[in-house]
């Protein structure tokens, strides 16, 4: 039996933060429902993908999830919000708090109506500041957090392409819940659990903060070579580029035999990881002069050979081919709710031998469980029906 089996979350998140941490917890066997408008949320769409229309992001951040819509703003929409928190374990809302208020879905609420109920909520800011009522995205903890500044060149930030803020966000917002109602296990009582998304990525920066803090290098950016080891860094093949990693004395060493150039092992300039990192542009160029007359497949044997870790750069549909990706279960296809497609999903982030988690349902299509989930409640047919034509549900 999955491990959440019995749990009910009520899921009012959109995009990635809390959809994600919803998705997760379902994964876990919650019973997970999804409460969008009536005309579908803003990020069902995004970007517009299936044949049904709706987006690669929702497709991933909605699996094993059952679908309500609802009107919110109405009173019936409002008493039905009231009776499903009193059937629930967590709600999940990554809702700015005054939103959050105006819905009745902020804490005091929904503890006075369930006192055992654990509320999950994502801003951008966080509480305690000046900005913690500001609306944001992926992007402002990229910004903020330094990590944008440090990722591009000296003349130009650059943003990272994918949302690594807001899953890191939801992650860590799964695992909050997960403690909550463990604790609730104890106290009888749940609680509040809040992320926000540039905690996240002041955690996923701090040891560039903390260095900064200590020793002031006032560091610059310099596109992808890194600044702490060398070689670190994307070189070009003859026919492909690829990233390498090396670190430590040891690892360094094997590299200057592979590539021929055991004079380097004895050279000041790179006397240790430090050094290396401070004339890394000089390490690259060797490197870099090093694969360019080699192709990609040869470069990253003998990368290999020699332990030093390195991976070919692979585009969108290389990733999808990659054999490594799909034997080892990385991506699996699953079936598209009322369409023939199958999409490739990313599984649960982490495997467990004794409570593995389990695929049960795609994401749904728009209002797919209203009728049965509204049944659950108490309502007949005709009382459904009833909402229908209000234009409740």
Not at 278 to 286: D, K, P, R
Request: with cysteine; hydrophobic share 45%; glycine share 8%.
């Amino acid at each position: 039996m999955p491990l959440l089996t019995g749990i009910r979350v009520l899921d009012f998140g959109r995009f990635i933060a809390g959809p994600y941490c919803a998705a997760l917890l379902g994964d876990l066997g919650a019973d997970v429902i999804r409460i969008e408008r009536i005309e579908g949320g803003e990020d069902r769409f995004v970007p517009r993908a299936a044949d049904t229309g709706d987006g690669a992001l929702y497709l991933q951040m909605n699996r094993n999830k059952r679908c309500l819509t609802l009107d919110l703003a109405s009173d019936d929409g409002r008493r039905i919000v009231r009776q499903l928190v009193e059937t629930a374990d967590v709600v999940v809302a990554n809702l700015p708090p005054a939103t959050l208020r105006q819905l009745g879905l902020d804490y005091a609420t929904v503890s006075a109506l369930n006192p055992r109920i654990v509320l999950a909520t994502v801003t951008a800011y966080g509480p305690g500041g000046p900005l913690s009522d500001q609306p944001g995205f992926d992007s402002i903890g990229q910004a903020m957090s330094g990590a944008m500044f440090m990722s591009g060149l000296p003349d130009a930030p650059a943003r990272f392409g994918v949302p690594y803020v807001d899953v890191s966000t939801a992650q860590a917002l799964a695992m909050g819940t997960l403690a909550a109602l463990w604790s609730r296990e104890r106290s009888g009582k749940g609680q509040l659990v809040e992320g926000s998304l540039l905690r996240t990525s002041l955690i996923i920066s701090n040891p560039i903060l903390i260095e900064q803090s200590l020793k002031a290098p006032d560091r610059v950016p310099q596109g992808s070579r890194g600044y702490a080891a060398a070689p670190s860094d994307l070189f070009r093949a003859s026919d492909g580029w690829l990233v390498v990693a090396t670190i430590g004395q040891w690892m360094f060493a094997r590299w200057c035999k592979l590539i021929g150039r055991e004079d380097l092992i004895d050279d000041p300039r790179f006397a240790d990881d430090e050094q290396r990192g401070n004339h890394s542009q000089a390490i690259s160029e060797v490197m870099a002069e090093w694969c360019a007359t080699r192709t990609l497949d040869t470069v990253l044997a003998a990368l290999a050979k020699a332990k030093i870790p390195a991976a070919p750069v692979l585009s969108p549909q290389q990733a999808l081919d990659e054999a490594h990706i799909r034997q080892a279960g990385l991506l699996v296809d699953r079936p598209v709710s009322a369409s023939t497609q199958h999409a490739p999903l990313a599984p649960h982030p982490v495997t467990m031998s004794a409570d593995p988690a389990v695929f049960e349902r795609s994401a749904p299509s728009l209002g797919q469980h209203t009728q049965e989930i509204l049944a659950t409640l108490g309502y007949d047919d005709a009382a459904i029906a009833a909402l229908r034509s209000a234009g409740v549900v």
